[in-house]
């Protein structure tokens, strides 16, 4: 059974879990660019990239009778190339990527980005296509999956599994880095 | 040239790979199991948790170290050196072995790392405390009662049975008469009294005399545990 090309995630999901294989393709269209655009600015380029991205679908097919069609995809299939870009790192670091983070261990107020913001989101996201390769990885990721893939907190705390509360710290560090990074320069 | 392969788009090469068979979904029961087996692999060490913590519990007060500190800096320095670390820091082990399995979580992830970590330790000596107040260890623990439960040589309970000067004569749960010095530099809140399940806290003089350097009544009646 063909699904429409409206369908959502979760419905071409249920389809896929069912038996229907092709239905999967809809997925791999719809989320190809956007996992392709997360790998660039995550793992700031390589020869591996297109392998990765690759990966993550065949992994995301491998498990998705694992998946919960009561709940979103796109958290999902981010967590999954996250798992894959973080190894990605690691092999070609050979070092730890992420240590023990404090920011999870006690409660933080969760603190929004407001409209009267210093620099507007579009400011934003123009300097850190700039700036992305200055920034540690452990801000990096929040602030490319915020500005540029536009998950909300709750959203990247599923991809990353830790509090919202923290997603808000290492957004408003990754940018106070970023306002570091630009003063800097000019 | 015709011979020259179009290189496959994303999309293409995936669905090319699930065709072929090389890429195969994992069947449902596949990730049923391993929840299973995180579930039974938690209790599992919520068990062992609670068998370490009510043991060291029980230990502690069975053997009289817990009321030590009541003697002051050297009764602190004693329960210090008196206590089992070895089960301490296993129990520490599987504490954060247990909390690396919960993270995996929402309800858990989800938080701070405190709550969860705060929510394990409280449930894990609650638990250890209502099992401690059985009669669990008495019965089920003579490996561990023989590994850990060994004799101190200054830290004596016993059972008083009867006045011997200005101290009294006690019986230990190995069956031994002590006889206790009680001196006026002694720490002793209250005289015992006959009968009375008592904790003395002073080195041997000789084989059978202990020069008290504090004594307290010890509320727990499980002597026999050190037999």
Redesign the interface.
């Known amino acids: 059974m063909a699904v429409s090309a409206d369908a959502t995630d979760e419905a071409i999901t249920k389809a ?1 879990q069912a038996g229907d ?2 239905a ?2 809809v997925l ?2 719809r989320y ?1 660019q956007k996992i ?1 655009r997360y790998a660039k600015r995550f793992l700031l380029g390589g020869e591996d990239g ?1 392998d990765i ?2 990966e993550v ?2 992994k995301a ?6 998946f919960d069609a009561s709940r979103r995809f796109s958290p999902w299939l981010y967590r999954i190339a996250h798992n894959e870009f973080v190894n990605a790192i690691k092999k070609r670091s050979k070092s730890p990527v992420f240590s023990f983070d404090f920011d ?5 107020p969760v603190a929004k980005e407001t409209a009267d913001s210093e620099m507007s989101r579009n400011e934003l996201k123009e300097m850190l296509e700039k700036s992305l390769d200055q920034i540690d990885v452990k801000y990096r990721e929040p602030l490319v999956l915020y500005y540029f893939e536009e998950l909300d907190y709750g959203e990247i ?2 991809v990353l ?6 997603v808000g710290v290492r957004l408003k560090r990754g940018r106070d880095m970023l306002k570091t990074i630009v003063k800097k320069y000019e | 040239m015709n011979n020259e392969q179009k290189p496959q788009s994303l999309p293409e090469a995936v669905a090319a790979a699930i065709r072929c068979g090389d890429v195969k979904m994992r069947p449902r029961w596949h990730f049923i199991l391993k929840a299973a087996l995180a579930v039974i692999g938690g209790v599992l060490l919520v068990l062992v948790l609670l068998y370490l913590i009510s043991f060291i519990i029980f230990m502690l007060r069975s053997s009289g170290i817990g009321l030590i500190p009541a003697f002051g800096v050297r009764g602190w320095l004693r329960f210090v050196v008196a206590l089992p670390w070895l089960l301490i820091l296993l129990s520490i082990l599987f504490i954060l072995v247990l909390e690396l399995l919960v993270r995996r979580y929402s309800f858990a992830y989800q938080r701070p790392l405190m709550y969860s970590a705060v929510g394990i330790i409280v449930m894990v000596i609650a638990g250890g405390f209502v099992v401690a107040g059985t009669h669990f260890h008495e019965r089920f623990s003579g490996f561990m009662n023989r590994q850990f439960m060994m004799e101190r040589t200054d830290i004596h309970p016993g059972r008083v049975d009867g006045r011997a000067g200005s101290g009294f004569m006690m019986t230990d749960p190995h069956g031994r008469m002590l006889r206790i010095l009680v001196a006026s530099d002694t720490i002793s809140s209250d005289d015992p009294g006959l009968g009375d399940t008592v904790i003395v806290f002073g080195d041997v003089d000789g084989s059978s005399t202990v020069r008290a350097f504090g004594i307290r009544r010890n509320p727990q009646e499980s002597q026999g545990v050190a037999k």
């Not at chain 1, 599994?161 to 923290?166: N, Y």
């Open positions: 896929v294989s092709n999967f393709s791999v269209t190809e392709a297109k991205v690759q679908f065949i097919y491998i498990n998705i009778k694992s999870t261990l006690f409660p933080h705390a599923q599994q830790i509090p919202a509360s923290t």
